[in-house]
Protein backbone atom coordinates (compact mmCIF):
# COMPACT_ATOMS: atom_id res chain seq x y z
CA UNK A 1 0.00 0.00 0.00
CA UNK A 2 0.90 3.77 -0.41
CA UNK A 3 2.74 4.74 2.75
CA UNK A 4 1.02 7.11 5.06
CA UNK A 5 2.88 10.41 5.28
CA UNK A 6 2.09 14.18 6.64
CA UNK A 7 2.56 17.52 5.43
CA UNK A 8 3.88 19.75 7.82
CA UNK A 9 5.65 23.24 8.51
CA UNK A 10 9.74 22.83 8.70
CA UNK A 11 10.70 23.05 12.04
CA UNK A 12 14.68 22.91 13.71
CA UNK A 13 16.21 18.90 13.50
CA UNK A 14 14.99 19.22 9.52
CA UNK A 15 18.44 20.78 8.38
CA UNK A 16 20.38 18.33 7.13
CA UNK A 17 17.36 16.42 5.57
CA UNK A 18 16.11 19.62 3.81
CA UNK A 19 20.11 20.28 2.78
CA UNK A 20 20.04 16.67 0.97
CA UNK A 21 16.36 17.43 -0.94
CA UNK A 22 17.45 20.40 -1.98
CA UNK A 23 20.33 18.93 -3.22
CA UNK A 24 18.64 16.10 -5.05
CA UNK A 25 16.48 18.64 -7.05
CA UNK A 26 19.40 21.48 -7.44
CA UNK A 27 23.05 19.34 -7.59
CA UNK A 28 26.30 20.89 -7.57
CA UNK A 29 25.17 23.71 -4.90
CA UNK A 30 25.86 22.05 -1.25
CA UNK A 31 27.84 24.77 -0.07
CA UNK A 32 24.56 27.57 -1.05
CA UNK A 33 21.99 25.08 0.49
CA UNK A 34 23.82 24.82 3.61
CA UNK A 35 24.21 28.39 4.24
CA UNK A 36 20.43 29.01 3.02
CA UNK A 37 18.96 26.74 5.58
CA UNK A 38 21.36 28.14 8.62
CA UNK A 39 20.39 31.10 7.28
CA UNK A 40 16.78 30.41 7.06
CA UNK A 41 16.64 29.30 10.82
CA UNK A 42 18.53 32.20 11.96
CA UNK A 43 15.91 34.25 10.59
CA UNK A 44 18.22 35.93 7.82
CA UNK A 45 16.60 36.71 5.03
CA UNK A 46 16.95 34.53 1.47
CA UNK A 47 14.36 34.02 -0.88
CA UNK A 48 12.15 31.69 1.32
CA UNK A 49 9.48 32.77 3.40
CA UNK A 50 8.21 29.35 4.47
CA UNK A 51 8.64 25.76 4.06
CA UNK A 52 6.55 22.22 4.14
CA UNK A 53 8.14 19.44 4.20
CA UNK A 54 6.57 16.12 3.58
CA UNK A 55 7.36 14.07 6.62
CA UNK A 56 8.50 10.40 5.65
CA UNK A 57 9.08 8.78 9.23
CA UNK A 58 10.62 10.88 12.42
CA UNK A 59 13.36 12.77 11.31
CA UNK A 60 13.25 11.54 7.43
CA UNK A 61 11.73 13.65 5.09
CA UNK A 62 10.70 12.85 1.43
CA UNK A 63 9.87 16.19 -0.03
CA UNK A 64 9.47 19.92 -0.19
CA UNK A 65 7.69 23.46 -1.14
CA UNK A 66 9.90 26.46 -0.87
CA UNK A 67 7.55 29.36 -0.90
CA UNK A 68 8.50 33.23 -1.08
CA UNK A 69 6.55 36.17 -1.74
CA UNK A 70 7.60 38.13 -4.80
CA UNK A 71 6.46 41.47 -5.98
CA UNK A 72 5.83 40.69 -9.28
CA UNK A 73 4.68 37.27 -11.31
CA UNK A 74 3.60 36.74 -14.75
CA UNK A 75 0.34 36.80 -15.39
CA UNK A 76 -0.83 38.04 -11.77
CA UNK A 77 -2.01 42.21 -11.16
CA UNK A 78 -1.07 41.78 -7.33
CA UNK A 79 1.70 43.85 -6.41
CA UNK A 80 2.72 40.79 -4.04
CA UNK A 81 2.50 37.04 -5.11
CA UNK A 82 3.06 33.99 -3.03
CA UNK A 83 5.98 31.73 -5.34
CA UNK A 84 6.55 28.45 -5.63
CA UNK A 85 10.70 28.36 -5.85
CA UNK A 86 11.27 24.90 -5.16
CA UNK A 87 9.11 21.91 -4.83
CA UNK A 88 10.42 18.27 -5.05
CA UNK A 89 9.42 14.74 -4.26
CA UNK A 90 12.26 11.85 -3.36
CA UNK A 91 11.87 9.71 -7.00
CA UNK A 92 10.81 6.34 -5.14
CA UNK A 93 7.42 8.04 -4.04
CA UNK A 94 6.73 10.00 -7.11
CA UNK A 95 3.11 9.53 -8.97
CA UNK A 96 1.56 8.57 -5.98
CA UNK A 97 0.09 12.60 -4.93
CA UNK A 98 2.77 13.93 -2.61
CA UNK A 99 3.23 16.28 -4.88
CA UNK A 100 0.00 17.13 -4.96
CA UNK A 101 -0.52 17.30 -0.58
CA UNK A 102 2.74 19.82 -0.60
CA UNK A 103 0.68 21.95 -3.59
CA UNK A 104 -2.70 21.99 -1.44
CA UNK A 105 -0.93 22.57 1.58
CA UNK A 106 0.69 25.54 -0.12
CA UNK A 107 -2.28 26.82 -1.53
CA UNK A 108 -4.08 26.62 2.41
CA UNK A 109 -0.95 28.53 3.41
CA UNK A 110 -1.30 31.33 0.62
CA UNK A 111 -5.29 31.38 1.26
CA UNK A 112 -4.62 32.07 5.18
CA UNK A 113 -2.30 34.62 4.32
CA UNK A 114 -4.62 36.39 2.51
CA UNK A 115 -3.17 35.62 -1.16
CA UNK A 116 -5.63 34.56 -3.67
CA UNK A 117 -3.28 33.28 -6.29
CA UNK A 118 -0.01 30.85 -6.38
CA UNK A 119 2.68 31.23 -8.77
CA UNK A 120 5.43 28.94 -10.22
CA UNK A 121 7.59 28.32 -12.74
CA UNK A 122 9.39 25.52 -14.52
CA UNK A 123 11.88 25.32 -17.63
CA UNK A 124 11.00 24.46 -20.54
CA UNK A 125 12.82 21.38 -20.73
CA UNK A 126 11.20 20.03 -17.74
CA UNK A 127 8.32 18.47 -19.16
CA UNK A 128 7.40 16.51 -15.64
CA UNK A 129 7.14 19.26 -13.72
CA UNK A 130 4.74 21.02 -16.43
CA UNK A 131 2.53 18.52 -16.44
CA UNK A 132 2.66 18.14 -12.51
CA UNK A 133 1.65 21.92 -12.46
CA UNK A 134 -0.81 21.57 -15.33
CA UNK A 135 -2.37 18.81 -13.95
CA UNK A 136 -2.81 20.56 -10.37
CA UNK A 137 -4.77 23.60 -12.26
CA UNK A 138 -2.00 25.94 -13.07
CA UNK A 139 -2.37 27.83 -15.86
CA UNK A 140 0.71 28.59 -18.49
CA UNK A 141 0.49 32.24 -18.95
CA UNK A 142 4.19 32.81 -20.66
CA UNK A 143 7.18 31.07 -22.55
CA UNK A 144 10.32 32.56 -22.42
CA UNK A 145 13.84 31.99 -23.70
CA UNK A 146 16.43 34.05 -22.33
CA UNK A 147 19.65 35.35 -23.98
CA UNK A 148 23.37 36.41 -22.68
CA UNK A 149 26.17 37.09 -24.86
CA UNK A 150 29.63 37.63 -23.28
CA UNK A 151 31.43 40.14 -24.83
CA UNK A 152 35.11 40.33 -24.92
Known amino acids: GIPSMRVRK ?10 RLRNS ?11 DVTSFFCGKAID ?12 ILAGFLELNIRNYAEGSKNSTVPYIE ?12 FGK ?7 EWAKENGFNELASDAELENTGSIAAHTALGFEE ?11 K
Open 10 to 19: IHTGDEKEWV
Open 25 to 35: LWPDSLQVHLF
Open 48 to 59: VVEVLVLERSAG
Open 86 to 97: GWYVDEDLRSQG
Open 101 to 107: LLMEAAE
Open 141 to 151: VERKVCFLKRL
